[in-house]
């Protein structure tokens, strides 16, 4: 049934809801699309309030068993994460005026793939770093298919970022999760949608995330670090909304739809192998990164920042030699190649896959 909610168009030509559609709060950074419209709160306390302002009364609530005990207003729940049932889902999720998706990447692609199949927007509380909150595509495993589909147009509507939900979190999802929000800093900076205002928050995002790494791989508890790596996801995850992907991710979404292996451990491993590929024709913008890293040697500080979760090689999460000229030709196909600024043959993508097994 069509909103008689009051619509506000941002510049770019999208809709606006709630408050982001008053001209005095059009945007959290005052940017455009891409997350423009996207209300962004902080605290599970907000989560009432929020879906007030965007008139969500009656919300379906997407999460694994793990949030099970949190207090979530909702009409009806799913709780299979990660999921390929949308169509299932959608049904379950009939007579509900909004997604509330609460959880890591999965959970949150997962709300968005129902958006699409439902037109009901979507309210994020983002778990881990992951950053899949802001951008409007998404994907979703085929695990008949062995292969990482996907589409994109999601209704994003709202954020909320708690930083206590993230306490919890385990090393390694957390490291692979904040290594995912760096690459996506990195490849927001040379893709081909990049644009100043996505220059600026990945730029942030980098140096945000190099600090607070660290920190909370070491000291998971430390509810300040966590606050600062939250924030520094958010920005990364803004940043690619606004911009897109790139060859590192075309690689690791190629690996890991084939084996079902972590987005983030995959980003880690081959971030650098992307970095070094299309230094050639970005060196300006890799500098940048650089300098962001506090470091002169941006490949080794990524590497470095990946051993903290213990993600090397390829090899270590059991992905096969034999595999690897066929994983660089479904990458090479992918959108973030075809998003890079350097063109990388099957083989040349293959390649690099093989410098990082
Ligand atoms: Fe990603």
Redesign the pocket.
Known sequence: MPSKRPRRLCRCGRLLRGAAAKPQLQGRNGVGCGGAGVIVRWGLRELPGLLGELGIERPFLIASERWSELDLPAVGRWNEVPSHRIDEIAAAAEGADGLLAVGG?SAIDLAKAVSVATGLPVVSVPTTY???EW?TNFGIRDPERRMQGGGSGADLAGIVYDPDLSLGLPLDVTVGTAM??L??CAEALYVKGRSPQADVLAIEGARTINEALPRVAAFGEDRQARTKLLAGADVAGHA?GLAG?GLG?AM??AVGGRYGLP??AL?AICLPAALRFNRPVAGEEIARFAEALATDDPVGRVQELALLGGFERLRDLGVPEEDLDELGHAASQRGGAKANPRQAEPAEVAELLRSVW
């Open positions: 990447g992951a950053g899949a951008a995912n929000a690459a996506h690619l992907l991710h690791a979404q987005h983030g980003n």
